[in-house]
């Protein structure tokens, strides 16, 4: 535990007494150990080291919601280090000070903790912006420049993290561009990340294109892709509250359990995103990222250790174990929302939005059965549904157990009985719920669900970090627990490849009312199995 | 809403608290610790405020117990107890109970705490003001996993620090250290860059400041060389410098929240080291209730190697 302390101080010249001149460097030992750092000092937060962030397609939405704020809330926290630099990319006509004058607005707008000026001098000292084209050999020249420019005057050491939040299609000449100017290359005993947003392809072939063509210039390790719902608080908890907890290990297995639901389900409709859903779809653009990464959380076994590799290990272990029924026509479903009142409003159905081809068979809902072939979960199926313009926004997980085998109460006393069922809310409301029989006070024998809740707000901080906060820090720690790796996206698009390729040769989507919870066909797709979905 | 309750006893305190959580509508809480604050009424205000807003951090039971000083014979013989139970938007996101003890009960107070306690959660006890010399021995610091004391809030800090070595238990812990946290980790984060030997340093802070005190023993303890204490005009800790062979670094912090960080052969950086409120250090003090061993290194300011492993 301890770690190794300087050895003597008597013969070695006191840089004080030494005088102005003292300018040789003494290189560390490689085995060199910060002293003022200890493993039983846990005051001390996780530091990122020296680095810069440069985020492509800095004016886009992401960037101003979610990426600027987190860095600045970063920033105070207290997690970034010293001379930590932000560079802009996009095709504006920007100063520096521009920029910085952009970032400011994002951050007053959306940042989570308050706002305080001596962060923000911080934070601003280091901010560029190169404007150009993806096309632009000048932009990429002078964007080195800046690199370099920044290790000298900010220290940031040569260490920088690329973050490409621009739409797939500019993935390819961007990545190039940064191996052409030599911006992928890290200098000796510092590192060059590259941070990918979905989707990472359309299909097994696309995925593997765009890992070959990304792993050509990156290290696969240095590749980090981000499911912004693996940096959420609730779905880290998920590993906390399986493995942490002796009471749910125990009946998380196809003994007790009858089968899991996984939804994720938002509110609205496709919005401003036409272009990029139209042919993408509910089920690549959710089920292939978030649902089969809760799913694998949720199914997964014991990893050795807390570290990206026993994760990962564990998490395909899941993903190869999935297998597709045989009949996929009969359990999967893929819909549509139709004009209908949402909520007291009244909205368009799909076909109608602007941008969209009205003949278009693009899924705005999927919903899937999988089952997990191994000894934990054979049996068991795993229901998957995902889809836009739903009754409201939720996201959760819930394992639902089987009835109790023998009950010594008449049936009256257990009419209102419901199965077992522990719920993780991944949001909004995060929490867990757990759902059991009680009796209901009085005379005789009745018995109901009930319900014990436990509230993220309730027991802990009001405002947890950001997924993007985590996310961003983890990156410039170098830390891949959170992010799925390249063989996890490939082995979802096996998963899902066959079910899309079914929906493409028969039928269309089925149409759904929109703020229902999805069509028909759903609800008679669990009525085969004898279940129902829940109404989460 | 707020409950008064003159000449009271503990279980009747429980069933105010009871029945102002029906009041309200929420029955099932979920606090995660209970802490408790002894005072005396001039303190009495601020202290609850900071412990409300850490509240929003970590939902808790907050005991304040207040000892009032008798000003006439009659009243010290008659020895009683008043409450004030607080539940819903005038407690934070807890519960709190304002205890003011009279007379006898004053030496007791621990007897009234007990049977307040949340059951099964861990128990925090914060003395802004009039730490006892020995918490750990304390009635009420017994009951506690951590306890909570402030070398700011005392005469003499450098005295009052040497009684704390002595009587350190695990599970003691000073809001001066506390307050030292973002020093202490932009201080490792600078070395984490420069990766040197550290070969001399240097702490300068106002005069007879314990904090400044705290940290010069803890780089005595972790750099294994001789700190100088330079006396500034303040305010607090104004720098730090660690000498190395290559130059030195130096965090410098002459006035305000803005500090400039300089490392050898490289350019100096701007830093934010705010000085933190009150209910800031307590939402770290409250983050992790186990034995911190580092402070018991900084009080001791002498080598790690035997820093027990658990307690």
Redesign the interface.
């Known amino acids: 535990?301890?770690k190794k302390?300087?050895t003597t101080?008597a013969e070695?010249?006191?840089?004080?007494e030494g005088g102005p001149e003292?300018?040789?460097?003494?290189l560390?030992a490689a085995d060199?150990s910060?002293?003022?750092?200890?493993p039983?000092?846990?005051?001390?937060?996780r530091?990122a080291?020296?680095s810069g962030l440069v985020i492509f397609g800095v004016t886009g939405d992401l960037s101003r919601k979610k990426l600027m704020p987190a860095v600045y809330d970063l920033?105070?926290r207290?997690l970034l280090?010293?001379?930590f630099s932000l560079v802009g990319f996009a095709r504006r006509d920007w100063e520096d000070q521009d920029f910085a004058q952009v970032v400011h607005d994002a951050v007053r707008e959306h940042s989570r903790t308050p706002f305080?000026e001596?962060?923000w001098?911080?934070l601003a000292?280091g901010m560029r912006f190169i404007p150009g084209d993806f096309d632009d050999d000048t932009a990429f020249k002078q964007l080195r420049s800046a690199v370099d420019e920044l290790d000298?005057?900010?220290?940031t050491?040569g260490n920088y993290a690329f973050y490409l939040s621009v739409p797939p299609k500019f993935f390819p000449k961007v990545v190039r561009q940064l191996k052409k100017h030599g911006l992928a290359d890290p200098p000796e005993g510092s590192w060059r990340r590259a941070v990918i947003e979905k989707p990472f392809g359309r299909d097994l072939a696309s995925a593997r294109e765009l890992n070959a063509l990304v792993h050509d210039v990156f290290e696969p390790d240095q590749v980090f892709r981000i499911d912004h719902y693996l940096g959420k608080e609730t779905v880290q908890n998920i590993l906390a509250l399986r493995f942490a907890n002796q009471m749910y290990e125990p009946i998380w297995n196809r003994s007790y359990v009858d089968h899991v639901q996984i939804t994720m389900a938002e509110d609205i409709g496709i919005g401003g995103r036409a272009g990029y859903y139209d042919g993408i779809g509910a089920a690549r653009d959710v089920i292939q990222n978030h649902l089969l990464q809760l799913m694998a959380l949720t199914a997964m076994e014991e990893p050795a250790a807390f570290d990206a590799e026993s994760l990962l290990m564990e998490k395909l272990k899941v993903l190869k174990a999935v297998k597709l029924p045989e009949d996929i026509g009969a359990h999967a479903v893929r819909g549509q929302y139709a004009a209908a009142w949402q909520g007291g409003e009244q909205v368009r159905g799909y076909l109608d939005e602007d941008g969209i081809d009205p003949s278009s068979t693009t899924d705005t809902y999927a919903a899937v059965k999988l089952n997990v072939d191994n000894r934990r979960w054979a049996g068991v199926p795993f229901y998957l549904r995902t889809g836009k313009r739903l009754g409201r926004r939720v996201t959760e997980i819930a394992v639902v157990f089987q009835r109790a085998p023998h009950s010594p109460f008449d049936s009256t006393a257990t009419e209102e009985l419901n199965q077992n069922a522990i719920v993780i809310r991944v949001q909004p409301d995060e929490g867990m719920t757990v759902r059991f029989g009680s009796k209901v006070p009085g005379t005789s024998m009745e018995i109901r669900d009930v319900t014990m809740?436990?509230?993220y707000g309730?027991?802990?901080?009001?405002s947890s970090p950001e997924a993007y906060e985590r996310l961003i820090l983890d990156v410039l720690l170098g830390d891949a627990n959170l992010f799925p790796r390249h063989q996890e996206v490939e082995e979802s698009w096996k998963i899902l490849d066959p079910i899309e390729g079914h929906w493409a040769n028969h039928g269309r989507p089925a149409q759904y009312a929109a703020g229902s919870w999805g069509p028909e066909e759903a609800d008679e797709m669990l009525a085969r199995d004898g279940r129902s979905w829940r109404r989460p | 809403m707020k409950i008064d309750l003159t000449d009271t006893t503990a279980s009747k305190i429980n069933k105010a608290l009871v029945q102002g959580r029906r009041a309200i509508g929420t029955p099932?809480?979920?606090?995660?610790l209970t802490m408790v604050i002894v005072t005396d009424e001039e303190n009495a205000y601020d202290a609850i405020k900071a412990a409300e807003e850490a509240s929003?951090?970590?939902?808790s039971r907050t005991l304040v117990v207040i000892k009032r000083h008798a000003r006439t014979p009659r009243d010290r013989t008659n020895s009683h107890l008043d409450a004030e139970v607080r539940v819903g938007a005038d407690a934070g996101?807890g519960e709190t109970v304002i205890l003011r003890t009279y007379g006898e009960v004053s030496d007791h107070a621990d007897s009234v705490v007990l049977p307040l306690l949340l059951p099964d959660a861990p128990v925090v006890v914060w003395w802004p003001v009039d730490a006892p010399d020995n918490p750990a021995k304390d009635p009420l610091g017994a009951l506690a996993q951590r306890r909570i004391t402030d070398l700011y809030a005392v005469e003499n800090p450098l005295d009052v620090l040497k009684a704390r070595v002595r009587s350190y238990a695990p599970g003691d812990t000073d809001l001066a250290w506390?307050r030292l946290?973002?020093w202490?980790?932009?201080?490792?984060?600078?070395?984490?860059?420069a990766?040197?030997?550290?070969?001399?340093a240097a702490v300068e802070a106002e005069e007879e400041n314990p904090a400044a005190e705290l940290l010069a023993r803890w780089?005595e303890a972790?750099?294994?060389?001789t700190v100088d204490r330079v006396v500034t005009a303040g305010p607090v800790v104004t720098a730090v410098?660690l000498?190395?062979?290559?130059?030195?670094i130096v965090i410098d912090r002459p006035e305000?929240?803005?500090a400039t960080?300089s490392?050898?052969?490289?350019?100096s950086?701007?830093?934010?080291l705010?000085v933190r409120t009150t209910s800031e250090l307590i939402a770290?003090e409250l983050r992790?209730l186990d034995a911190?061993?580092?402070y018991a290194v900084a009080l001791r300011g002498e080598?790690?190697?035997e820093?027990p492993?658990h307690v």
Do not use: C, Y
């Open positions: 535990m301890s302390l300087p101080t070695e010249p006191r840089a004080e003292v300018v040789v460097p003494v560390p060199w910060n002293p003022l750092r200890h039983q000092d846990r005051r001390l937060p530091i080291g020296p920033a105070n207290g280090p010293p001379g305080r001596e962060v001098q911080q000292e000298a005057s900010r220290g050491s809740d436990f509230a309730e027991s802990f901080t009001e | 099932a809480v979920g606090m995660v929003h951090e970590h939902p996101t506390t946290t973002p202490r980790s932009m201080l490792a984060a600078a070395l984490d860059q990766r040197v030997k550290v070969t001399s780089l972790r750099l294994d060389v410098r000498g190395t062979a290559n130059g030195e305000g929240p803005l960080l490392l050898p052969g490289q350019p950086r701007t830093l934010a705010k770290e992790r911190d061993e580092m080598g790690t190697k820093i492993t």
